[in-house]
């Protein structure tokens, strides 16, 4: 897949401020209960809503795991704009994913992904959502790597596109892995694992880096 074609896919709007607000009161219920456990009654109460009016806003989980996952793509749109336009891109991502490896909510961001991520293996719905989220997070890192490299974005897509899907998937693995430790009571045990993930994405991004000093 091109970098072009990446690109193509549409988003759905971001949730309206109202929306937003309802997302943030929910999202313990949604994370703890699980997909298939939280119903809808049960979020309409967490939202101090009835089940009637809760529906206007969102009229199934679907529609709460795609609001979630938009809400976190304008976060993630966000840090990449910076680094695109950061004088050198390669170390502002570096910085970024830094951030978000240890950042003190992982943990809880870890635990509402877990629980995504189970359901997108049994709702075709849902795991067509987390598809488009991380085809447009790939669609990010190859963007910096045009940037970095020089190169054509086919060419990028074509040689590193395997670059982008191991970072994306260190991140998140290091997400569900510190809600995991945390459940457990075991903490200490994510900070060397956390280490040694980090150190595996910048070595994964040093390769970048010397296509770039070549050219």
């Known amino acids: 897949m091109s970098l072009s074609e990446v690109n193509s896919f549409s988003r759905p709007q971001n949730p309206s401020p109202r929306s937003d607000e309802i997302l943030d009161m929910i999202r313990p219920t949604f994370a703890g209960k699980g997909f298939d456990g939280a119903s809808m009654q049960d979020l309409a109460r967490a939202a101090g809503m009835s089940v009637g ?19 976190d793509m304008a976060h993630i749109e966000q840090d990449f704009s910076e680094v695109i336009l950061a004088p050198a891109p390669l170390s502002e991502l570096r910085l970024k994913l830094s951030q978000r490896l240890n950042d003190p ?16 293996l049994r709702k075709p719905e849902v795991a067509q959502i987390v598809a488009q989220m991380e085809t447009m997070v790939l669609s990010y890192l190859l963007t910096v790597f045009v940037r970095v490299t020089g190169l054509q974005d086919v060419e990028v897509a074509r040689k590193y596109a395997p670059h982008a899907g191991l970072i994306l998937m260190l991140v998140r693995g290091n997400a569900i892995q510190k809600a995991q430790e945390t459940a ?24 970048i880096s010397n296509v770039s000093d070549k050219n």
């Open 105 to 120: 909510n992982c943990a809880q961001d870890g635990v509402l992904w877990a629980e995504i991520s189970a359901a997108a």
């Open 184 to 207: 457990l009571g075991h903490n200490h045990k994510t900070y060397g694992l956390t280490a040694l993930i980090e150190r595996q994405i910048q070595s994964t991004l040093d390769e």
């Open 53 to 71: 009016n809760f529906y206007r806003y969102f009229p199934s989980k679907a529609a709460i795991v795609e609001a979630i996952v938009m809400r």
